[in-house]
């Protein structure tokens, strides 16, 4: 009897372990395929990830960069520092281009100090003249063409310059509009 009952017990203990071994296997397989699938989609995200870069990177190759896109710079203008790059003393203060070594970078004598710096483009915009003062077209159909301010309406962000050269008026977006500090007989055209 005692050794039927260890017998029986042993038989129950193997089938235990057995049992429990597997469980854990299914547990493992389970984890395993958790982790496989988890793997799978981490790698998924990374590849779409990839492929969104390379497309972005295509995107900008194709846009026209700031140096590549027609510069609005041109000498004898007023412009205003706008970056706080070339410290508090230039930031918001005016000056005059002097002078453009080459597309898109400008070299100015401020107005108010008389420094003279050099400033990229995208860290200046145009300033304007008071209403009766010399401007300048910078963009579109008329461009370079020098005049008088007659009047700037901000709400509309448009302005009208009556041209020296055949007395017309012309009205033109305020950010294609430069004050003007050269001579009036100077030529622009390219």
């Not at 107005?111 to 990229?120: E, M, P």
């Not at 300033?127 to 401007?135: F, S, T």
């Not at 033109?172 to 003007?180: N, V």
Request: aromatic letters at 4%; proline letters at 2%; charged letters at 40%.
């Amino acid at each position: 009897d005692d050794e039927d009952r260890s017998s029986r017990d042993d038989r129950r203990s193997r089938h235990k372990r057995r049992r429990d071994d597997n469980d854990d296997n299914d547990e493992d397989d389970h984890n395993d395929r958790h982790r496989r699938s988890r793997s799978a989609s981490h790698d998924d995200r990374r590849e779409k990830k990839r492929d969104r870069k390379s497309t972005d990177s295509k995107k900008r190759r194709d846009e026209p960069s700031s140096s590549n896109a027609q510069s609005w710079l041109i000498t004898n203008i007023r412009v205003r520092v706008i970056s706080k790059k070339f410290g508090s003393s230039h930031y918001k203060q005016k000056g005059v281009v002097m002078d453009i070594p080459h597309s898109g970078k400008a070299t100015l004598r401020m107005d108010h100090n008389g420094d003279v710096i050099s400033a990229s483009e995208r860290h200046l915009e145009t300033a304007l003249p008071k209403a009766g003062g010399n401007a300048v077209i910078l963009m579109g159909r008329n461009k370079f063409g020098k005049g008088k301010l007659l009047e700037r309406d901000s709400k509309r962000c448009k302005g009208a310059v009556q041209l020296f050269d055949d007395m017309s008026i012309v009205n033109a977006s305020l950010d294609d509009l430069a004050e003007w500090c050269g001579p009036l007989d100077d030529d622009l055209m390219e």
